[in-house]
């Protein structure tokens, strides 16, 4: 089976996203899954931040793949992914995530883990990665007058994504889906977008936490909103 969990964002200290982490480790179908925490978008600064947090689950197997301070060999990378129940890409900076996954062509071993029955997950920047096409806030970890930036990811799921979902983005995905084919998916925090063997649904883990599902039909934008238990069509 092949199985995802995309996740818009929200507190881990305020343990926001709770019940979406639980859902997720769940799919796993393991009493005690071998959980692998890759932190790359934060330049493996949060190599750390997520060890408590898995602990509170029950996990005791726990792995992290640092690709940029640890420097690991093919041989490592593949061990740690293929040996793992689920995976969870953490949040920062998107197109540092995409390009150092494609230096190490993790990206290609990500797309082989979603056909292993390995649950694949992650946040912001770590949800971003899963899609064909990200909406990223990626620019403003470089330049000082940024917009959004359209970026590539795994291409796993075949739509266009935005997390951490607000007016803001709202405004700039809406103006990108007039020239898109692709349908375009605005997670706010709190809510994530989960695939099972293809067919889509949201998860949510505030009442009020919503996907926001663009589409270009014939040159005309629409705008549909989802919300827990909904169903997604891809």
Avoid at 84 to 110: C, P, Q, R, S, T
Wanted: charged content about 25%; glycine content about 8%.
């Amino acid at each position: 089976m092949s199985k995802i969990v995309a996740i818009g964002g929200g507190e881990f200290t305020r343990r926001e996203i709770d019940r979406i982490d639980k859902y997720a480790l769940d799919l796993t179908g393991k009493y005690d899954p071998r959980v692998l925490y890759i932190p790359t978008a934060s330049n493996d600064e949060e190599r750390d931040l997520m060890t408590d947090y898995f602990k509170g689950f029950g996990v005791s197997k726990y792995d992290i793949l640092c690709l940029i301070e640890d420097n690991p060999s093919d041989n490592e990378i593949q061990e740690k992914i293929f040996s793992a129940d689920y995976i969870f890409a953490g949040g920062g900076d998107a197109l540092l995530l995409i390009d150092v996954w494609k230096k190490y062509n993790v990206d290609h071993y990500m797309r082989q883990a979603y056909y292993k029955d390995i649950v694949l997950s992650g946040i912001s920047a770590g949800s971003i990665c899963w899609f064909e096409i990200g909406h990223t806030d990626s620019l403003s970890y470089h330049e000082e007058n940024w917009d959004y930036c359209r970026m590539h990811g795994t291409g796993i799921i075949p739509a266009i994504h935005s997390p951490h979902f607000n007016p803001h983005r709202n405004t700039s995905l809406e103006r990108w889906m007039e020239t898109e084919a692709l349908p375009g998916i605005g997670l706010e925090d709190c809510c994530a977008l989960v695939g099972i063997d293809g067919e889509f649904s949201v998860l949510t883990s505030q009442s009020t936490a919503k996907a926001h599902i663009f589409r270009n039909e014939n040159g005309k934008v629409t705008k549909e909103f989802c919300y827990d238990g909904d169903k997604v069509k891809i």
